[in-house]
């Protein structure tokens, strides 16, 4: 083989799931640091974050091969292959997928503690009227402190993908853009890669993740929205109607 082969890795929804999450992330961050009335238009990008996340929970399990969390976990062989140097793959290597599930699990613990949050003066989170003002308030503190680590993770991610890019040689932006993953001549992957668990296997092009699977992914990613919005929740009654005062005469 003399030019590099061409295998499709991310499928569209991927792709857009990963722009779109970085951007409403970056926004969220900084309308959080503003504070004021910028704390609204935070608590819309946060229900918005629910959404993609819900849909990548969902995409993890029904979309395309390499989208799938049972494609990339990363089994304690895989990780020790790809020290190694053993590890060939097409999707997220194993440490990669390390930081990706990292990811994953802050933000949803992040987006699930700011549906309880307030801050002292006018917001409150649309789910904080199920729970107590203390819990609240101690929602409220994790909600800023895993704050803190999402943009150190993220830090480390964007690292990573410099290291690649520039020491490795290996461009991991454009595949997530493209969908597309280039193997040179030569490399080992062009003819075989590694599974999670370390067994090798020929390279396919990315599968599966079909119209019905999509449709699914979204019907319950704004299930998941309308979930966190509160707009299921009652409102509370109406103060009861004082009796007229007696006149002193």
């Known amino acids: 083989m003399t030019t590099p082969q061409r295998i499709k890795v991310w499928d569209l929804p ?66 020790k292959a790809y020290l190694q140097g053993r590890w060939q793959g097409l999707g997220h290597n194993p440490l990669g997928a390390l930081s990706v599930l990292g990811l994953l699990g802050l933000l949803l613990l992040q987006v699930g503690s700011g549906l309880f949050a307030n801050d002292d003066i006018a917001f409150r989170g649309p789910l904080m009227d199920l729970i107590s003002r203390d819990l609240s308030d101690s929602l409220t503190e994790l909600h800023e402190g895993i704050g803190s680590l999402i943009i150190l993770l993220a830090g480390v991610h964007v690292a990573a993908i410099v290291f690649y890019v520039r020491i490795k040689k290996d461009n991991l932006v454009k595949p997530m853009l493209t969908g597309w993953k280039e193997i040179p001549p030569g490399h080992s992957a062009a003819s075989a890669i590694t599974t999670p668990s370390g067994t090798p296997t020929a390279p396919s092009p990315a599968r599966g993740g079909g119209l019905v699977a999509l449709i699914a992914a979204l019907a319950l990613a704004a299930l998941a929205v309308w979930g966190a919005s509160g707009s299921w929740i009652a409102p509370p009654p109406p103060p009861p109607a004082s009796a007229p005062a007696t006149p002193s005469w």
């Not at 722009?19 to 918005?48: E, M, P, R, Y």
């Not at 091969?65 to 976990?73: I, V």
Request: proline share 3%; glycine share 16%.
């Open 14 to 79: 991927t792709r857009l799931f990963h722009w779109s999450l970085a951007g409403l992330v970056a926004a969220a961050v900084i309308t959080g640091q503003l504070g004021g009335n910028a704390i609204f238009v935070h608590g819309k990008l946060g229900l918005a974050i629910v959404g993609l996340l819900a849909f990548r929970l969902v995409w993890g399990v029904a979309g395309s091969t390499y989208a799938r969390f049972s494609q990339f976990l990363p089994t304690p062989g895989a990780i």
